[in-house]
């Protein structure tokens, strides 16, 4: 095997951006090989070997049907599927992604989209109030979070949201019922957390 052969030339590389992390210092080998399955065409590829110095996680092989890609390219595109991955996992978990139940397929070709526009609505407004998004990272006794998560995002749009339309004063008195500010953002807080 090319990983476990003392021959093999290493390349020391920085990939920004490694699942969480701002940088992280890896070893890449690359070269090019033909895929080849009976009953098939070969096809030429690109396979970039990729460890960690420190042992933190397995050697990894990444393959590219573009020949002249560049190894460290691969990786970075490979790296950056992450992003990808997260916002699929927290729009099922918060926004009810792929769990539709419409009978027309017209209607669930309509909601996945609609889903995925709501996800990024939520983002977009909650980057306008970024240092408030910042203090609203909710944090448990079992669980600490050193930045908010989809969650706490989904809860300070929503309590921002509920604020203007809902809770708004009226203009008549006997509509209006008085309630402890600090009763009523505690409230507030509770019924905006996502579960």
Known sequence: MVAEDSSTVWKLTTIANWYGERERMVEIASNTAVWYSTGLFAVPLRWVLVRDPQGRFKTQALLCTDLKADPQKILACFVMRWQLEVTFQEARRHLGFETQRQWSDLAIRRTTPSLLGLFSIVTLLAHQQKAQVSASVR??????????????????????????????????????????????????????DSA
């Open 139 to 192: 944090i448990t006794a079992w669980y600490d979070k050193p930045r908010p998560t989809f969650s706490d995002t989904l809860a300070l749009v929503r309590k921002e949201l509920w604020a203007q339309e809902i809770f708004c004063g009226s203009s008549r008195q006997s509509d209006m019922v008085k309630v402890p500010r600090e009763f009523m953002e505690r409230l507030t807080d509770a019924v905006c």
